[in-house]
């Protein structure tokens, strides 16, 4: 889901870099609804629906797997969607509810006010709607370490990482790169999206002169810098 702080900090951004970046997140959402359909589909099929070539569509499809969409498959067999991302209206089972419950719990613990204010709000609105029978008792689900404790780690980022798109202020961060190395970086932050449980951070990497996607819940330790950036590459 594009979330709205992206559609906000988007327009702090060049016209040419506010194209490019909209560009790539319309078409990462164009690929996940053409492999709803629960069909395999073969790369070069898909490049050609999207307009790209292979090699971009295989970028998209790590950028999309990096995010925690359930994207299944192999170069030569073809992609699908594991499960189905869509959430049209339907009955909550108990364990669901327990389940949707936990999660905004996690985020009232946001280090962010608004996401922790509006998920506040959001499972008050639910308990309100909601037989008394039907809510589990708060300790039926609390654990001492919730599953997704490493994304509500992440999620702390935001509030310094939102000032730094607004101000286009460059960022220093600790980032755990593949095979748990851990790196320092100096990073022109872009735009915050959200594709599947995973924030992702858009912005351009000094280190590696490219732009890259981070993981929020892969960043250990995040600074603003006092330098400002103009454009998202040198």
């Known amino acids: 889901m594009l979330c709205r702080f992206r559609q906000k900090n988007l327009a702090f951004l060049t016209t040419d870099t506010y194209l ?5 997140q319309n078409r990462l959402h164009a690929l996940i609804d053409a492999l709803r359909s629960g069909s395999i589909h073969r790369a070069a099929d898909l490049a050609r629906q999207l307009g790209v070539s292979q090699r971009t569509l295989y ?4 950028s999309l797997q990096a995010a925690g969409v359930p994207v299944q498959g192999t170069r030569g067999t073809g992609y699908h969607l594991s499960d189905q991302i869509r959430l049209p209206p339907l009955d909550l089972a108990p364990a669901e509810l327990e389940a949707l419950s936990l999660g905004l719990a996690i985020l009232g613990q946001s280090a962010d006010p608004e996401l922790s204010q509006a998920a506040t709000a959001l499972a008050d609105r ?32 935001i509030p310094r990482i939102r000032a730094a798109i607004r101000a286009r202020q460059k960022l220093r961060i600790t980032y755990h790169s593949r095979g748990d190395r851990i790196t320092t970086r100096t990073i022109r932050p872009l735009a915050l999206s959200s594709l599947g449980p995973v924030w992702t951070l858009t912005a351009w990497c ?6 890259r996607d981070f993981r929020l819940d892969l960043i250990d330790t995040s600074e603003a810098l006092p330098e400002l950036f103009l454009d998202d590459s040198p």
């Open 20 to 24: 490019s970046v909209m560009a790539r």
């Open 59 to 62: 970028r998209d499809i790590q």
């Open 126 to 157: 639910i308990d309100a709607l909601l037989p008394e029978a039907s809510i589990a008792p708060a300790d039926a689900w609390k654990l001492e370490k919730p599953p997704f404790a490493d994304a509500a780690r992440g999620a702390s980022h």
């Open 206 to 211: 000094e280190l590696r002169a490219a732009m």
